[in-house]
T-cell receptor, first 118, second 118 residues
Framework: DGGITQSPKYLFRKEGQNVTLSCEQN?????MYWYRQDPGQGLRLIYY???????QKGDIAEGYSVSREKKESFPLTVTSAQKNPTAFYLC?????????????????FGPGTRLTVL | GENVEQHPSTLSVQEGDSAVIKCTYS??????FPWYKQELGKRPQLIID?????GEKKDQRIAVTLNKTAKHFSLHITETQPEDSAVYFC?????????????????FGKGTHLIIQP
């Protein structure tokens, strides 16, 4: 877990503004994910990426965009098109294949960014 | 897509008693089932996971059982302690390397708030 960082911890945004949330990992993990968590709810998948320069939409991608230019980084942009952006945003990563050749699906989460729209 | 239902939403048990949380899933192709523990304001932490080729897995006071036919899996915590108080999430996905799958992200249940009464 310590190898995944998210910044900032708290973010305030005015309506109509785009904001970018940072996610960095130094675990050499292949796959990275963005989830959104609302109060009293489970996590919902926004976008994920299994390899550099490639990413796929999750269940709630509308109003969000991502890029994966480097293996270590997977920033999420919350655009003005996202109608209810106030939420706790969690980034995760997984290695997919261990050094021994065994597959692994364990996802490790970053500390999260709490976004509030004013 | 996958749908995961989790029950109960709140569970209160006496310290030292056992707690059981149950989840059902809809996609018969799902074959990886992790459980996460989340304390207030913090990131989810993996506590145990199971794959569909195994019916039960145990780690000290925590165990998970899986019934593929009925498409449900359960978390069992024995000898509960105050530090077990948290929100627990179940999740499901197709494991990396599975036909049609490949680290597509987790589908989470809505969580169970476990309260350990002293």
């Amino acid at each position: 877990d310590g190898g995944i960082t998210q910044s900032p911890k708290y973010l305030f945004r005015k309506e109509g503004q785009n904001v970018t949330l940072s996610c960095e990992q130094n675990l050499n993990h292949d796959a990275m994910y963005w989830y959104r968590q609302d109060p009293g709810q489970g996590l919902r998948l926004i976008y994920y990426s299994q390899i550099v320069n490639d990413f796929q939409k999750g269940d709630i991608a509308e109003g969000y965009s991502v890029s994966r230019e480097k293996k270590e980084s997977f920033p999420l942009t919350v655009t003005s098109a996202q109608k209810n952006p106030t939420a706790f945003y969690l980034c995760a990563s997984s290695s997919l294949v261990e050094g021994s050749g065994k597959t692994t699906d364990t996802q490790y989460f970053g500390p999260g960014t709490r976004l509030t729209v004013l | 897509g996958e749908n995961v239902e989790q029950h109960p939403s709140t569970l209160s048990v006496q310290e030292g008693d056992s707690a059981v949380i149950k989840c059902t899933y809809s996609d018969s192709a799902s074959n990886y089932f992790p459980w996460y523990k989340q304390e207030l304001g913090k990131r989810p932490q993996l506590i145990i996971d199971i794959r569909s080729n195994v019916g039960e897995k145990k780690d000290q006071r925590i165990a998970v059982t899986l019934n593929k036919t009925a498409k449900h899996f359960s978390l069992h915590i024995t000898e509960t302690q105050p530090e077990d108080s948290a929100v627990y999430f179940c999740a499901a996905s197709r494991a990396w390397g599975t036909a049609g799958g490949g680290a597509d992200g987790l589908t989470f249940g809505k969580g169970t708030h476990l309260i350990i009464q002293p």
